[in-house]
T-cell receptor, first 113, second 114 residues
Framework: DAMVIQNPRYQVTQFGKPVTLSCSQTLNHNVMYWYQQKSSQAPKLLFHYYDKDFNNEADTPDNFQSRRPNTSFCFLDIRSPGLGDAAMYLC????????????FGPGTRLTVT | GDSVTQMEGPVTLSEEAFLTINCTYTATGYPSLFWYVQYPGEGLQLLLKATKADDKGSNKGFEATYRKETTSFHLEKGSVQVSDSAVYFCALRGTQGGSEKLVFGKGTKLTVNP
């Protein structure tokens, strides 16, 4: 089945130690998104790619970076994780066609110690 | 800008009870509307969607009708099960600039007791 895959499902990192989360998709969608979701909250969009065109949200901290080397893969880099960055990170994909839904991966739960 | 206002929970029901979760929106033009469900520790799954006025989305016994006149997209189910316990998010995708994005409501946590 076509899907969105996130690895790892659980990630523990130390305060200030860089960490990379990965996302891959078999849907061949041209838009990929990264969300941060904290407990009991809605997902918060960090940034998205339309093909290789990067779109950052105005309130996304500089500590968060992203790379999309090809259509299938997208990475989230947290350069210096703080305790406040502990959250679920969700990757999603979609097309630019009007009305199309986003397809979400299972998420990566990040713990910062 | 576009926004979604969703009934805040938590909502606790007994099995086989009727469920309604209210959702209203503010948007220009004719957005597409979605309900997503999130089970504990998992990502969001699309539950149903509607892309134009008077469309009814339905899936797994859940229904929602796109009401342009009341700018609403309320989620309903006639008889809930314990397995429906989850968090439900109403969302819209606009038609203006930045339309690749979803605008989410705050989510409603549903607990169904046996």
């Amino acid at each position: 089945d076509a899907m969105v895959i996130q690895n790892p499902r659980y990630q523990v990192t130390q305060f200030g130690k860089p960490v990379t989360l990965s996302c891959s998709q078999t849907l061949n969608h041209n838009v990929m998104y990264w969300y941060q979701q904290k407990s009991s909250q809605a997902p918060k969009l960090l940034f998205h790619y339309y093909d290789k065109d990067f779109n950052n949200e105005a309130d996304t901290p500089d500590n968060f970076q992203s790379r999309r080397p090809n259509t299938s893969f997208c990475f989230l880099d947290i350069r210096s994780p703080g305790l406040g960055d502990a959250a679920m990170y969700l990757c999603a994909t979609s097309t630019r066609l009007t009305g199309r839904e986003q397809y979400f991966g299972p998420g990566t739960r990040l713990t910062v110690t | 800008g576009d926004s979604v206002t969703q009934m805040e929970g938590p909502v606790t029901l007994s099995e086989e009870a009727f469920l309604t979760i209210n959702c209203t929106y503010t948007a220009t033009g004719y957005p597409s509307l979605f309900w997503y469900v999130q089970y504990p520790g998992e990502g969001l799954q699309l539950l149903l969607k509607a892309t134009k006025a008077d469309d009814k989305g339905s899936n797994k016994g859940f229904e929602a009708t796109y009401r342009k006149e009341t700018t609403s997209f309320h989620l309903e189910k006639g008889s809930v099960q314990v397995s429906d316990s989850a968090v439900y998010f109403c969302a819209l995708r606009g038609t203006q600039g930045g339309s690749e994005k979803l605008v989410f409501g705050k989510g409603t946590k549903l607990t169904v007791n046996p």
